[in-house]
């Protein structure tokens, strides 16, 4: 749509759209999340765009699930296109997941005391991420191509992101 309206509008309108188009995007300052399971690779993709960008890293990746226990964000992320340049907020969430048991970890040689809080410290970003979803102006939902689609809370996030009307790309 806005590529033809540029294509078709007089320079005047294209101009004010260049502008309006800038300042919406400055003003708002995007939240751009990434949501999805445990372990499906949202830090992974986060740090690529990130190192494409600007250079920089989102967090540490690991093949042991909820490493990300935490939301992280970076803020300003400048991406340049033909309309000019953008700015948003990335953020990375912890992974979803309705339940958390300190033994998922016991496989990875994480046990006692240790486990334990990493399944009490993932489950408080979980109810951080879902509480936080409203703040959230496009969320990427980040699927494992090798499991089921709607496992973990994958339905749940997609079904209050439709009742939301958030913008959401999977
Ligand atoms: N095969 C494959 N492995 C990937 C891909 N993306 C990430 N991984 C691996 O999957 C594991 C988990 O990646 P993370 O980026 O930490 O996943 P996450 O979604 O941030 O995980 P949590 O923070 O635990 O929720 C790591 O071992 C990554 O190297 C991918 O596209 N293909
Ligand atoms: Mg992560």
């Known amino acids: 749509m806005t590529d033809w309206l540029l294509k078709h509008a007089s320079n005047e309108i294209k101009l004010r759209l260049k502008y309006f188009f800038r300042n919406y995007v400055r003003r708002k300052k995007l939240n751009i999340a990434i949501y999805g399971s445990p372990n499906a690779g949202k830090t992974t993709l986060a740090n690529l765009i990130l190192k494409d960008l600007i250079n920089q890293k989102m967090g540490k990746v690991s093949k042991i699930p909820h490493e990300t226990r935490k939301i992280q ?17 990335l953020i990375d969430t912890p992974g979803l997941s309705a339940e958390v048991k300190a033994r998922k970890f016991y496989k990875y040689g994480i046990r006692g005391k240790k486990a334990k809080n990493r399944s009490k410290e993932a489950m408080e970003g979980i109810i951080e991420s879902m509480a936080k979803l409203k703040e959230m102006d496009n969320i990427i939902i980040v699927m494992d191509s090798t499991k089921t689609p709607l496992a973990d809370l994958n339905l749940a996030l997609i079904t209050n992101l439709e009742v939301q009307k958030n913008q959401m790309l999977i």
């Open 73 to 89: 964000k970076i803020e300003n992320v400048k991406m340049k296109t033909k309309y000019g340049n953008l700015f948003f907020n």
